[in-house]
């Protein structure tokens, strides 16, 4: 795990060389199937410009080929590694439901993404839990209450808190200091597109970054300026957007 979250930092520490989308595809059982890509194509294209064989010397990078590039549980990963230190059946129920892999183009590496498979409400209580010792850069949005008809979304999670965590828990003392005000600087974009098994039939609420683009999708497309400037003003910022399907 700590060989995939230095990729991020990595990243991270090179201005604006990031890109992450997330989608969550709510399903008609209350349950909820959340993906995280983090594209880290142009950080590794600038690292091989300004030293070609700079990638080699990092260790790090040199294990990406060792990791696994299926989707593989947390568990599994831990398990192979000899670093499951865990026997709580809960915690374990958990990590075998979290996937993880490494993306390749042309056979070179090109990010890693996060997945957590049909999660109930139970299942995210247990994560927050389980996040406290292993920090996961998941999507806040997640955490917004699903029904198996009607989604409430609460804007106050239109944040990138988890991915602040995540950073600082990875890093170094100096780089922690650096990450909540220079975080603007870290991403070229973020945004989450939020999918519906069935077709929306009411929005309640509006915000500025949140467009549906067709019958069974909404978009969330973050304003890292706005997002951390205290002054930025929105047309539309409601706490809280309803979205009821048939």
Known sequence: MKKIFFLLIAAAFVLQSCIINSEIVYHKDAASTSVTDIDMKQFIAEMKAMTPDSLKQQKEFGDMDKLPTVWTSIFDIQKKEGKLKTQDPDSIRIMKKIFMKTNKENNEPAGFS???EHFTKGDYQML???NKKEKLPFDQNIFN??????LTINTENFNLKNIEE????KASKDEAEKVEGMITMFFKSIGTTLKFENKIKSIT???????QTDNYTIKID????????????LKHSDKKIVIVTE
């Open 114 to 116: 996060l997945k957590m």
């Open 128 to 130: 927050s839990s389980y």
């Open 145 to 150: 209450d699903w029904d198996g008809k009607t």
């Open 166 to 169: 995540t950073l600082k828990s």
């Open 205 to 211: 609420g509006k915000h500025d970054w949140v467009k």
């Open 222 to 233: 973050y304003d890292l300026k706005a997002m951390y400037d205290k002054e930025a003003k």
